[in-house]
């Protein structure tokens, strides 16, 4: 019987970058059974996976959730190494693509450390219990992983801070991450008192921007740009967009300084 032969693709090489791997609302878009002018454009930033960023520190790539479209977003984007993984929350839209790190695990050589808050890791052992099986499950691959839990202090990661941001969604209590200068803030509509001065001095705000109407969980276009003008980065690059939005017509409409990401958009990290 023959051997089988693994040859690795040499990884991207992401330092001291962060690529949108995902830009989309829950369903993505184009929408299923939808047929609206945005979910049949021919423009490739309308076509959205659901939102993930990826970014390459100093000590390694960090993944930031695994999304339903794991797997496409990382062949799309030649990433085939992972060091880290850390957690907004746990919907499924931003979660559910866990059993996706089984072939970088096997290209780790070992598990990967999983940062998270109480709540994301309960989803993640209820979710992926046979993750936790003892013995393990016999047969397939499992999503190894070691789990960190955080909370709002600061800690090292990948040869740099991150501080958590205490984000409101709706009714749930949600992370986003300070990173240096840039500060990644996706699934909110309300952002506490006590999380404005962690977002003085950036260089970067990646927000949440849903559509034009206003949304229970999400910002609108217009409370994004108020948020984006208080905030006053140098760029603010706004995500987790749904079909309403158009590309093209949208981001011609929005004041100096705030534009819409796209699925693959590279940002440098200051």
């Not at 839990?149 to 600061?154: D, Q, T, V, Y």
């Not at 969980?217 to 309403?244: G, K, N, P, W």
Request: glycine share 8%; proline share 7%; charged share 20%.
């Amino acid at each position: 019987m023959t051997a089988r032969h693994h040859t690795f693709i040499p990884p991207r090489d992401l330092r001291g970058q962060l690529v949108f791997l995902g830009t989309g609302t829950s369903v993505g878009v184009p929408v299923v059974g939808c047929g609206c002018t945005v979910c049949a454009s021919d423009d490739s930033r309308n076509q959205r996976t659901r939102t993930s960023v990826a970014l390459g520190l100093p000590e390694g790539t960090l993944l930031i959730d695994t999304t339903p479209d794991l797997r496409a977003q990382l062949l799309r984007e030649g990433i085939g190494l992972i060091d880290a993984v850390l957690y907004t929350h746990d919907h499924v839209d931003h979660l559910y693509g866990l059993d996706d790190i089984r072939p970088l695990c096997f290209r780790k050589g070992g598990p990967l450390p999983v940062y998270c808050e109480p709540r994301v890791e309960s989803r993640i052992r209820k979710a992926f219990d046979y993750a936790f099986e003892v013995p393990a499950v016999v047969g397939g691959g499992l999503p190894k992983m070691v789990l960190h839990a955080i909370g709002a202090e600061p800690f090292d990661l990948l040869g740099v801070t991150v501080t958590p941001l205490r984000l409101r969604h709706g009714i749930f209590d949600v992370l986003g991450f300070r990173f240096g200068k840039v500060a990644y803030c996706t699934d909110t509509n309300e952002i506490p008192e006590s999380t404005w001065p962690l977002l003085e001095g950036l260089d970067i705000l990646i927000l949440d921007c849903l559509r034009a109407a206003r949304h229970p969980t999400h910002f609108s276009i217009d409370e994004a740009v108020a948020i984006a003008q208080r905030v006053a980065a140098r760029r603010t690059v706004l995500v987790h967009m749904s079909h309403e939005i158009d590309h093209a017509a949208v981001a011609a409409e929005l004041p100096p300084g705030i534009e819409l990401a796209w699925d693959g958009l590279v940002v440098p990290l200051s």
